[in-house]
C-alpha cells in the first residue's frame, strides 16, 4: 500500500511541468530574476481573478499581510482584531506592522471569527482581520457591518478562488492578503504572496513600502523593507492560476466525496460549509471528539499524511505569552485546537486514496 501524503506537489507540479520549464528557461536566459514582465504580468491576471484592480506581488504571505496594514498608516500601537484559530503569521504581522493584536473566539460551527465577539473587541481597535479558514470565507456581510468605517484587510491565504454570495475572496476587505506557499491551493515553487485591493493608492503604497520605500532608484520616500516577488515563482504561479479554478473544483468534489464515506461514522464531526459560501477547500478538518492524538497516530502509522492545523492557538503560544491570555480566554479554538484532524485533500486524489483514508479513519476512531 502506498503512502498518501496530506497535499501531493508532484502531481500538481506534473500538470505544469513544461510550461515552468519553457518559462524558466526564458527568463534564465533574460537574466531580470526579481519583478520583470512576468511578476507584472502575474499580477494583472491574479487581480483579475480576484476581482479587484491591483495586485502587489510580495516574497510571501507574512510580508504581504505586513504590508497591507502598513500602507493603512493606522496610529501605531492601535488594535487589529484578528481570530485565536489562525495560523500565527496573522498576528505576527500585525505585531511587525506596530500594531497590536486583538484576539477573539470563534464561531463553534464553523470556526470561523464570530461576529458577535468582534463586536464586542473592536470599540477601540483601528482594523479587522478575517481570517477565511481552511478555504471558506469568514461571514463578511455582518463583518463588514460591525467594521463600519474601519477597514477590514482579509487574511485570503487559505482561499483563493473561494466566493460568498458570489463575491470572489480578496475583494470584501478595503485591501487583502495572500501566501503562496507551496501547500496553499495556488503554490509557488519557495514563497511568494500578494496583496490585492481596489484602492490605487493603498497598491502604490504597498508597492512602494516593499520595496525600500522606494518608486525611484536611491530616492526613498518612506521607510520600507524588501519583500518582492522573484520572477520565477511568477511563471510558476502564471502556470497555476490557469488550472486553479478547476483544481479547486476538483478539491470540492474530493470534499464531497469525503462528507458521502465519513456520514456515519461516530465519533467525528465533519466539516460544515457557511450558508452562502463555495468553499475551495484548502484543508478538510474533521473534529475527533476523544483521543484526536491517538487517530492522527493510527492513521500516520498505516501511511497516510494527516496533520493538525493548528496544536495550539495563537494566545497560547509562547511567543504570544505577552498578550496575557490564559488557558481558557477562547474555549471554542481551544477545543477545536485539540479535536481537529486534516486529511489529506489535493486536486489530483483519488477515490480508492479517500475510500483508503476513511476506511483507516473509521476504525481508528473505533479503537
Ligand atoms: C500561510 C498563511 C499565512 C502566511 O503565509 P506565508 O506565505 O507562509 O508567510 C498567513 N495566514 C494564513 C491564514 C496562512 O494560512
Not at 458577535?116 to 477565511?132: E, I, M, S, T, Y
Not at 511568494?192 to 493603498?202: C, I, K, N, P
Not at 521607510?223 to 504561479?237: E, H, K, P, Y
Not at 495563537?314 to 505577552?322: C, I, M, N
Request: hydrophobic content about 50%; cysteine-free; proline content about 6%.
Amino acid at each position: 500500500m502506498t503512502d498518501i501524503p496530506l497535499v501531493d506537489l508532484h502531481a500538481a507540479h506534473a500538470e505544469v511541468a513544461e510550461e515552468v520549464r519553457a518559462g524558466f528557461d526564458a527568463v534564465l536566459a533574460g537574466g531580470a530574476y526579481i519583478k520583470g514582465p512576468d511578476v507584472a504580468a502575474f499580477e494583472a491576471e491574479y487581480a483579475a481573478f480576484s476581482g479587484v484592480r491591483h495586485a502587489v506581488g510580495t516574497a510571501n504571505g507574512t510580508d504581504a499581510l505586513e504590508l497591507a496594514l502598513r500602507a493603512l498608516d493606522l496610529p501605531p500601537g492601535s488594535g487589529a482584531v484578528l481570530p485565536a484559530n489562525t495560523f500565527v503569521a496573522t498576528a505576527e504581522a500585525v505585531v511587525r506592522a506596530g500594531l497590536r493584536p486583538v484576539l477573539v473566539d470563534v464561531d463553534p460551527e464553523h470556526l470561523l471569527i464570530d461576529p458577535a465577539a468582534v463586536a464586542d473587541a473592536l470599540p477601540g481597535a483601528a482594523v479587522l482581520l478575517p481570517v477565511h479558514l481552511n478555504g471558506q470565507l469568514a461571514p463578511m456581510a455582518p463583518l463588514l457591518e460591525i467594521a463600519g468605517e474601519l477597514p477590514v484587510v482579509e487574511d485570503g491565504a487559505q482561499s483563493q478562488g473561494a466566493r460568498q454570495d458570489g463575491r470572489v475572496s480578496g475583494s470584501w476587505g478595503r485591501i487583502a492578503a495572500t501566501s503562496f506557499y507551496p501547500g496553499k491551493n495556488l503554490g509557488a515553487y519557495g514563497d511568494a504572496g500578494a496583496v490585492v485591493t481596489d484602492d490605487e493608492g493603498l497598491a502604490a503604497a504597498v508597492r512602494l513600502i516593499g520595496d525600500h520605500g522606494s518608486g525611484r532608484k536611491y530616492v526613498h520616500e518612506r521607510f520600507g523593507f524588501n519583500s518582492r516577488m522573484d520572477t520565477l515563482q511568477a511563471v510558476v504561479l502564471r502556470a497555476k492560476l490557469r488550472r486553479l479554478p478547476a483544481w479547486n473544483q476538483a478539491r470540492r468534489a474530493a470534499a464531497a466525496r469525503y462528507d458521502a464515506l465519513l456520514a456515519g461514522v461516530d465519533g467525528i464531526t465533519l466539516p460544515r460549509t457557511l450558508p452562502g459560501n463555495e468553499h475551495v477547500w484548502h484543508l478538510y478538518a474533521v473534529r475527533v471528539a476523544r483521543g484526536r492524538d491517538a487517530v492522527l497516530a493510527d492513521l500516520q502509522a498505516a501511511g497516510i499524511g494527516a496533520g493538525v492545523h493548528y496544536p495550539v492557538p495563537v494566545h497560547l503560544q509562547p511567543a504570544f505569552r505577552g498578550l496575557g491570555h490564559a488557558e481558557g480566554a477562547f474555549p471554542v479554538a481551544e477545543r477545536a485546537a485539540a479535536e481537529l484532524l486534516t486529511l489529506p485533500l489535493f486536486p489530483q486524489i483519488t477515490e480508492d486514496q479517500q475510500s483508503r483514508v476513511a476506511e483507516v479513519l473509521a476504525k481508528a476512531v473505533r479503537r
